[in-house]
């Protein structure tokens, strides 16, 4: 019997194990135990630090970049004066065309009569050719053609060349002297009024000189324009010419002095000398161009003057150059702008009423328009083909 609830006991303690057993959810696997991340070893009082991208790098002061000096212009190699007026031919036939096959287109009718003459000799002086040499000219045309009889277009055109190159002077000494003579330079001083073209053509001539080879010192003695300085600066610095300057309002003659002394010290060929050209006073404008006449003569005598005339200007132009003329002794003349309006005529007339020959002529705008005058070429663009 007590075998029996024994047994009994037994069972009914395994039915209860076995229920807690069958209840109780499984055991889940052991997972490694995770490192606590390293924290930075804070002490008492102390802040923490932000992250290193996060803060705000140091300022370094630094001193401001040294700007760049601006690029030297490219020397030019301007070319040689000879031919140059050749090669300018077309420009000076356009602008002088109409008076050329004028007269051409006169001379060659059948018959000349008095009123066809008349006219001959007006349009010569419709080209400011002046009217005492118009009336020369048509005296000397209606002999020869009188004698000549029948004349072919060929014909007439020779014997008009002749006599317009007759009329010119051909035999004028228009070389320029711009060689070295001894130990000293050539020295040019130009002078003109303002808004003739005066600082361009001293820059232009410098283009000529070295294009024929020759060195160059350019002295800008217009201390009255700043304009003129940097202008003739600019010009120097395209062909490798010095430039002497000084501060605006400086004195012309120092300036000038300066310029023949770097010329004699370089042992350059041609010191070219660019003057005021204010025409306040005829005393004042004496004073001036006389005083930087002495002064460069103390160091080497000044072998050309040359005044640059705008050929647009007609009598104005020619008042102005009597002025000059009577203050400093002009070897030569520059007649710029013969390309636009000016009348071909205007050579004659300068040369009859100034006594000295055109040496240069401007024909037109680029840095290469200013060439030698020769008589034959210019006709020869008159007249055409």
Do not use: C
């Not at 109409?98 to 080209?127: M, N, P, Q, V």
């Not at 102005?320 to 050579?347: H, M, P, S, W, Y």
């Amino acid at each position: 019997m007590e075998y029996v609830i024994l047994i009994a006991g037994l069972a009914v303690l395994a039915l209860i194990v076995g229920g807690v057993m069958f209840l109780r959810p499984g055991r889940r696997k052991p997972q490694a135990p995770v490192e606590p991340a390293e924290r930075p070893d804070i002490q008492a009082g102390a802040t923490t630090a932000p992250p290193e991208e996060d803060q705000a790098a140091p300022t370094v002061e630094r001193a401001p970049p040294t700007p760049a000096a601006p690029p030297k212009p490219e020397i030019e190699v301007p070319p040689p004066s000879a031919g140059r007026l050749v090669r300018l031919r077309a420009r000076l036939a356009r602008s002088q065309n109409t008076f050329g096959k004028t007269l051409l287109g006169l001379l060659s009718r059948d018959h000349l009569d008095d009123e066809a003459w008349d006219e001959i000799e007006d349009t010569l002086i419709g080209a400011d050719i002046g009217v005492s040499v118009a009336r020369q000219i048509t005296d000397d045309l209606r002999t020869r053609v009188q004698v000549l009889g029948s004349r072919t277009p060929a014909e007439v055109r020779a014997l008009l060349h002749e006599e317009l190159v007759k009329q010119i002077g051909p035999d004028l000494d228009r070389s320029l002297h711009t060689d070295r003579h001894g130990d000293k330079p050539a020295i040019l001083m130009v002078v003109g009024v303002n808004g003739t073209g005066k600082t361009t053509t001293t820059g232009k001539l410098a283009r000529v000189l070295v294009g024929d080879g020759k060195t160059v010192v350019l002295g800008a003695a217009d201390t009255f324009r700043a304009a003129a300085a940097d202008q003739l600066q600019t010009w120097g610095e395209r062909v490798g010419a010095q430039v002497v300057r000084k501060d605006e309002g400086a004195d012309p003659a120092s300036v000038a002095f300066d310029a023949v002394k770097v010329g004699i010290d370089s042992r350059v060929d041609t010191v070219i000398i660019d003057t005021a050209g204010r025409l306040h006073t005829k005393a004042g404008l004496m004073d001036e161009l006389g005083k930087v006449k002495r002064v460069v003569e103390k160091q080497a005598a000044v072998d050309e003057v040359l005044l640059v005339l705008d050929a647009t200007t007609g009598q104005n132009g020619m008042q102005q150059a009597r002025v000059f003329a009577e203050v400093v002794n002009i070897t030569g003349i520059a007649l710029t702008k013969l390309d636009g309006t000016a009348k071909g005529g205007i050579v004659v007339q300068v040369q009859r009423e100034l006594g000295v020959p055109v040496k240069l002529v401007g024909l037109g705008e680029g840095p290469d328009d200013l060439a030698p005058f020769e008589p034959d070429a210019f006709v020869d663009a008159i007249l055409g083909d």
